[in-house]
């Protein structure tokens, strides 16, 4: 399986990954019934022939959709950061560092060094190509109600970008206009709220461009545009940003959560959990596919990357113990609360009903037993083994590749997938669904004062979830305190969880402990026993609330470094 891996990786690596020119982005969308390349070779379009032609302008819109995340990692563009966020917070561990994780969590980080932390250039190229569209889409002939479709399109996408820098960089240089050689590059950083006034008023004009429904998996919406723009006001009015604790930008927040409630065309998916992140499906506001391209396909596999070793996965992205904790027990309660049903000698029975769909522990039947041949030729079954001398353990079958907390994860990953061939499934990664934006909506309404709003809304997330005792009469830190539980549990690895520890100002507490697994050992009785031990030390310094601006950039600009990286 090393071999394996590494001869994966280089080769990969090796193939220069970088779009030749726009109209390879038609492979990233769905959406494209016709083909706008039957007109001539690429190589003879020019800039004029572009900007006369809808479909070439669509063709030109579609690369920018680069911007968005996958389940699919690009080396270039790097927008697909979230097992990176994932493994860089107290969520959880990469073993291989495919991320460069570790150099933010030895508190290394630098203007030099953060790796593929550093969105900085390819952001901006981004942008610069989403002005140039602006700059030109409402002078290309053609129908209108197309037309409007593609400005609303990039202007979210832009303003998508410029979300992503402020919640890495804080205020940063506003450009709205394309540059050129003459172009004075010298641009001041905006303060965060002004980025965040742009951001929104952004987002405002794509959703009223912008279609409520689509039939093409992948287009942006109305409701994604509303749904950003409900994120990017609750981090704007969170202690991070918002010291003074404003009610006017919890108000704001609360505002724009429920404006995306009320458009009443999402529904929290309810007939089967897993299914909700491997489906297009009632709850889903936003996502993006990953390509289909072969020479992709073990690096869109969620079920490559996650799975536990004894059935050939590579277990590089593993639940941490702390996010194991964080799971209740079937009654709701914490399992710290001396009333629950929590017991130490069977830490895996009776827990909050996510726990069981998201996590593989050991016990877990994991994978269906007719893809799992192997397994039963050495006379064991789809039953995952973590514990030592187990076959995920790292005395079992690759154990190079074993997990260093002794889970791994099953969100995400397709119950159907055949672990007998090398084929992997072409994800969606959800950017934003009606889930998170009950939570937005929750913990606004708790900042304004609003307790029982705050507890109906977070009752609805539980309830689906299958917790039968809803919540009652909290209220103070005890209700915040659930509030943020719910998103660590709820929106697990889904990006959010490094955000939200740094946006509530509790990263100094959650990232400066050692990150924590168990060492399970099968007694000759047939019982286990149970040994929490370190897999990593974490170190988080205060300057870690944001991530450096790269060096080059502020050689050549001036630009005003973040503090502690001077």
């Excluded at 063709?59 to 911007?67: C, K, S, T, V, W």
């Excluded at 007998?420 to 950017?431: F, S």
């Excluded at 009950?438 to 900042?447: D, H, I």
């Amino acid at each position: 399986m090393k071999n394996y891996k590494n001869n994966k990786l280089i080769n990969i690596k090796n193939k220069a990954f970088i779009v030749a020119s726009f109209f390879m982005a038609i492979a990233f969308l769905t959406s494209c019934n016709e083909d706008p390349l039957d007109k001539a070779p690429l190589d003879s379009y020019t800039d004029t022939t572009t900007w006369n032609d809808l479909k070439l302008a669509e063709a030109f819109a579609n690369n920018l959709y680069n911007i968005l995340p996958t389940t699919q990692h690009n080396w270039n563009t790097r927008t697909n950061r979230s097992w990176a966020l994932s493994t860089s917070c107290d969520e959880a561990y990469n073993k291989f560092d495919d991320y460069n994780s570790s150099t933010i969590n030895s508190g290394a980080l630098t203007p030099d060094n953060a790796g593929d932390f550093d969105i900085w250039k390819p952001t901006y190229s981004i942008i610069q190509n989403c002005n140039i569209f602006l700059s030109k889409i409402d002078n290309v002939p053609g129908d209108a109600a197309w037309r409007n479709r593609l400005k609303g399109e990039v202007l979210f996408l832009r303003a998508y970008a410029y979300f992503k820098l402020t919640v890495d960089y804080g205020g940063v240089p506003i450009i709205t206009v394309p540059f050129d050689l003459n172009s004075d590059f010298k641009v001041d950083r905006s303060t965060y709220d002004q980025s965040v006034d742009f951001i929104t008023a952004e987002l405002d004009k794509a959703a009223d461009l912008l279609p409520l429904t689509t039939s093409s998996l992948g287009r942006i919406t109305k409701g994604a545009a509303l749904a950003i723009k409900s994120r990017a006001l609750l981090y704007a009015a969170s202690p991070q940003w918002n010291t003074t604790n404003a009610v006017t930008k919890w108000q704001k927040a609360s505002e724009a959560a429920k404006a995306v409630i009320d458009l009443n065309i999402y529904e929290l998916y309810d007939k089967n959990y897993p299914d909700l992140f491997t489906t297009n499906n009632s709850e889903i506001i936003c996502s993006r596919l990953s390509s289909k391209d072969p020479q992709w396909s073990a690096f869109n596999g969620v079920e490559m990357f996650n799975s536990p070793s004894g059935f050939h996965g590579w277990a590089s992205f593993a639940p941490s113990q702390g996010l194991i904790d964080a799971y209740g027990t079937a009654d709701g309660k914490d399992i710290t609360d001396p009333t629950s049903t929590y017991d130490p000698q069977k830490p895996y029975v009776n827990r909050d009903p996510r726990f069981y769909k998201n996590i593989v522990y050991d016990g877990r039947a994991y994978g269906k037993p007719e893809f799992c041949q192997d397994r039963y030729d050495v006379g064991s079954s789809n039953i995952a083994e973590f514990y030592e001398g187990g076959l995920d353990s790292p005395q079992g079958w690759d154990t190079w590749n074993n997990s260093e907390t002794r889970y791994t994860f099953r969100k995400y990953c397709d119950t159907t997938y055949n672990f007998n061939n090398d084929t992997q499934t072409n994800k969606a990664w959800i950017i934003s669904r009606l889930g998170e934006i009950y939570l937005n909506y929750a913990e606004a309404q708790f900042k304004l004062g609003n307790d029982g709003n705050a507890i109906q809304y977070l009752n609805k997330i539980r309830q689906r979830a299958g917790i039968t005792v809803p919540l009652a009469g909290l209220s103070g830190t005890t209700l915040e305190n659930k509030i943020r539980n719910e998103r660590q549990v709820e929106l697990c690895l889904e990006g959010h969880r490094y955000y939200d520890v740094r946006r509530w100002k509790i990263a100094d507490v959650t990232e400066n402990k050692p990150l924590m697994g168990v060492i399970i050992t099968k007694n000759s009785n047939g019982t286990k026993t149970y040994n929490y031990t370190k897999v990593q030390n974490r170190i988080f310094k205060p300057q870690h609330y944001l991530l450096p601006i790269p060096m080059d950039e502020i050689n050549r600009t001036n630009l005003l470094q973040n503090p502690g990286y001077n």
